[in-house]
């Protein structure tokens, strides 16, 4: 399966994904800037992406508390959600998801 990301410049990265794998690993492994800092317990925002919005009703609804979270991130627009909580499936091959300019990784420097 087939995963767009968008840059916050504008450059589109196409990356391979397997049913199962959190969104946030696929972005990772493609090199984008999402440091994931709480490894997918929630207990941050640092993999806040912008789901196209194409795409955004096909996702299973954010959680109740996904959403305190995403109160926290910078940037957060309508079709936000933490990629950390979002689980590839077949019926998402081809997701498009924007990268926001305030995203970044204090890991890879």
Same mark, same amino acid.
């Given at each position: 399966?087939?995963?767009?990301?968008?840059?916050?410049?504008?450059?589109?990265?196409?990356?391979?994904?397997?049913?199962?794998?959190?969104?946030?690993?696929?972005?990772?492994?493609?090199?984008?800037?999402?440091?994931?800092?709480?490894?997918?317990?929630?207990?941050?925002?640092?993999?806040?992406?912008?789901?196209?919005?194409?795409?955004?009703?096909?996702?299973?609804?954010?959680? /109740?508390?996904?959403?305190?979270?995403?109160?926290?991130? /910078?940037?957060?627009?309508?079709?936000?959600?933490?990629?950390?909580?979002?689980?590839?499936?077949?019926?998402?091959?081809?997701?498009?998801?924007?990268?926001?300019?305030?995203?970044?990784?204090?890991?890879?420097?």
């Amino acid at each position: 399966m087939k995963v767009q990301f968008i840059t916050a410049g504008g450059q589109r990265v196409e990356a391979q994904a397997s049913a199962g794998q959190r969104l946030l690993e696929v972005a990772q492994a493609a090199g984008m800037p999402l440091e994931g800092t709480c490894e997918g317990q929630m207990a941050c925002s640092t993999c806040h992406v912008l789901i196209s919005p194409d795409w955004f009703s096909r996702l299973k609804p954010a959680s /109740a508390d996904e959403e305190d979270m995403l109160d926290l991130a /910078a940037g957060v627009a309508a079709t936000s959600r933490l990629s950390c909580q979002i689980t590839i499936a077949p019926d998402l091959d081809g997701l498009t998801v924007k990268i926001p300019g305030e995203s970044r990784d204090m890991q890879r420097g």
